[in-house]
Structures are given as structure tokens and as C-alpha cells.
């Protein structure tokens, strides 16, 4: 089976690809290098350096493929209040190009991951029957692209199963971007001696999945008759933690001694986010393997081992004025 995959270069997307690699599929994929890093890629699959916005050249590379699974994107949710034009570009257009290219070649699948951002602020645990209620250019973003996903669907021949990912952590994300991956950044900054930076008071909370536990429901979902056509939350919803203990958790494990330190909270940012896995339970038979402490130790493992860097702002704020946290204007990170 040919299985194509946008992103490959990043983080969930080259961790698949490693994996799906291992169980005998055929992989290639594409990454424009916006994120991810160039050693996340491997020989033991076909690599395109093409942008999904670049329809033509997604029509070649996706020549006979069977399935596509589309991780490309700028998931930078905090982000995207001040870069949309950037942010949303290689979410929305990108994606559309994406969908495009496979469907005229004619592909059987394609496996979209959309975001938790999808449900904004309702009450949680986010159930997939819930209304979408996204509440910044992120979440708007990947919200309309699972409309056009669906939509083409209904006249073109294709099967598609969206798959909702929430905090996904461990080895092979990049830790050296101020914008995004919260744990990361953490540990990144404590191995080079520096506290944690928290936005608010630290009691927003979330759930974090190690990605093995995605990667899991995403290879189950290629196959499984019953994920077709449907959206389906992934990753455990059993340790719902606040930023201020993962901060904690994160100096244990590095033994870093200093105190955390507090800024403005970011406009639209969620308080309390966490999704409900029972129906991934039920139909891709999903179990949580990795706890959260087992996940901070292995993405601190893979940080060590690379080694600590400092932060890389590699993208341009849109709009600067006073709601633009200092963190990113003054790049204190
Ligand atoms: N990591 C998480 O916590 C999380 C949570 C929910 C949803 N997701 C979704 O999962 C997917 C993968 O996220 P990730 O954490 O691996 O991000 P990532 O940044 O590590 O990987 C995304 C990759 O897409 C590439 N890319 C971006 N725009 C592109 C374009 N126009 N053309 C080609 N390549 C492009 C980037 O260079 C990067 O390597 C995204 O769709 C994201 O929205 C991630």
C-alpha cells in the first residue's frame, strides 16, 4: 500500500512515517520546512520538498498513492491571533491543495488531522457531536478544511476519517520554537538553566499524548471499516493537569531548581481543554499506553540527547501592538 504523508519532516508526521515504515507500507511525503527538522527524515522513505500550497507539483508527487495521511500545517494556535495571514494560509489553502491533487488521483483515503481547537471553550471533555465553536484563525482554519474534506467527499469517490489530536508530545518535535509545544519548551529551557515561562496563572489545564498513542489510532484508521467517515478524538483523557504542574513535573525530571515565571495571559487562549477518548475506545480499540510522567521522560531523553538550543524565531509577527505577548515581541524566550 502507497500511503503518502504532508508534513513528513515534522513531528507526528515523520514519527508515522517511521513507524508505518516499519510495519512494510510504502511511504513517501512532502514538508516545506516551515517546522519540523531535516533529521526527522529518513532514506527508508521518498521525500518531496514541495509546499502543499504548490497544487501541480502535489498532483506529480502524489502519483498512485493509496492513502494520504495530511499532517502538514502551521499549528500554531496562540500564534494565529497574530500572524493569521501566514498561520491560516498553510492550514486552509494548503489543505484544499492537498485534498485536490489526491482526489484527481484518484486516492481511496485520506486521513486529515484537524485539532481540539475545533471545539474552542464548551464544556469539556470535547465530544466529537458537540458543535464546532472554534475561537481563533487556527481552529477557524482547520474547521473549514474538514468542511471541504467532507464536502468533496460527497461527489467524489473517497473514504475519510478526521482524526483530532490534542497535545501531542515526545521525541522528534521541534523544542527550539518559541510559538509552540508548551512541554518542550519547557524542558528546552530548563536544560539550558532557564525557568519555565508560563502565560496566565497557570491553572489552564490540559491532557498531553504521547505520540505513539496517536500514531496508533492513525495506522488502526487506515483499515478500520468503522472509522470511515467519521471524526474521532485521539490521544488519553486521563491526566487532565494544570501548565503549573507540568512545569513542576518537567523541573523534577530535569532537576532544575529555579522558579517559574509568569506573563500576561494570550488573548483567546482556552482555559480548561481536554477531549473525550471513549469514542476512539470503542472504535479503533484505543488503550493509553504511555503516562505522562513515562512522556516527559522520553521527550526529555530525545531534547538531551540532540541537545539543548536556543529558540529560533524563524516566523514574523503580523501584528504588533499591546495584546502581542512580550515573550515573542522582545523574544524573551
Ligand atoms: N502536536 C500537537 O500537539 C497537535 C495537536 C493537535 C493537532 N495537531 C495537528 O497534527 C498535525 C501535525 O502537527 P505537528 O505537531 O507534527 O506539527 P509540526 O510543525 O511538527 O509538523 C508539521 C509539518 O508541516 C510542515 N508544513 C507546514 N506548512 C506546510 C506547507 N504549506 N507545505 C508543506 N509542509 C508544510 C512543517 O514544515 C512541519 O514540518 C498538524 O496538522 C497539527 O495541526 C498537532
Redesign the pocket.
Known amino acids: 500500500m502507497n500511503i503518502f504523508i ?2 513528513i ?5 515523520s514519527s508515522l512515517a517511521h513507524h508505518l515504515k516499519k510495519n512494510k507500507y510504502n511511504i513517501s511525503g ?7 527538522y531535516e533529521d526527522n527524515l529518513s532514506n527508508d522513505f521518498k521525500f518531496y520538498n ?4 504548490d497544487f501541480q507539483s502535489m498532483q506529480r508527487a502524489l502519483e498512485k498513492t493509496d492513502v494520504l495521511i ?6 500554531y494556535e496562540g500564534l494565529s491571533v497574530f500572524s493569521p495571514s501566514f498561520v491560516t494560509k ?2 486552509f489553502e ?1 489543505s484544499v491543495s492537498t485534498f485536490s491533487a489526491a482526489i484527481s488521483n484518484n486516492v481511496k483515503k485520506i486521513i486529515y ?4 481547537a475545533r471545539y474552542g471553550s464548551q464544556n469539556y471533555p470535547f465530544t466529537e457531536d458537540m458543535k464546532t465553536k472554534p475561537q481563533d484563525p487556527y481552529g477557524i482554519a ?1 474547521v473549514a478544511t474538514e468542511e471541504v474534506l467532507r464536502n468533496l467527499s460527497e461527489i467524489h469517490d473517497f473514504d475519510w476519517t478526521i482524526l ?6 515526545g521525541p522528534r ?2 523544542y527550539d520554537d518559541p510559538y509552540r ?1 508548551v512541554m518542550s519548551i519547557f524542558l528546552n529551557r530548563m536544560l539550558l538553566n532557564k525557568p519555565a515561562i508560563i502565560y496566565g496563572d497557570g491553572s489552564q489545564k490540559r491532557c498531553f499524548s504521547y505520540v505513539d498513542d496517536c500514531i496508533y489510532c492513525i495506522e488502526e484508521a487506515i483499515h478500520n471499516i468503522e472509522s470511515s467517515k467519521e471524526i474521532i478524538n485521539i490521544g488519553p483523557d486521563e491526566e487532565f493537569i494544570s501548565i503549573n504542574e507540568l512545569a513542576d513535573k518537567c523541573s523534577n525530571v530535569t532537576n532544575f531548581n529555579g522558579q517559574h515565571i509568569y506573563y500576561e495571559d494570550r488573548p483567546q487562549e482556552v482555559k480548561f481543554a481536554t477531549c473525550s477518548s471513549n469514542k476512539a475506545r470503542k472504535i479503533l480499540n484505543y488503550k493509553t499506553r504511555f503516562s505522562l510522567d513515562e512522556s516527559i521522560s522520553l521527550t526529555y531523553d530525545y531534547i538531551k540527547k540532540r541537545g539543548a538550543r536556543e529558540f529560533d524565531y524563524n516566523i514574523n509577527l503580523e501584528i504588533k501592538n499591546k495584546k502581542t505577548p512580550q515573550t515573542w515581541k522582545k523574544k524573551i524566550i
Do not use: E, R, Y
Open positions: 504532508t508534513g519532516a515534522g513531528f507526528l508526521g512532502n514538508d516545506n520546512f516551515i517546522g519540523g514541495i509546499d502543499c500550497c495530511h499532517c502538514a500545517a502551521t499549528a498553510n492550514i494548503a488531522c484537524s485539532s481540539m482547520k483530532v489530536p490534542h497535545n501531542i508530545v518535535q521541534k509545544n
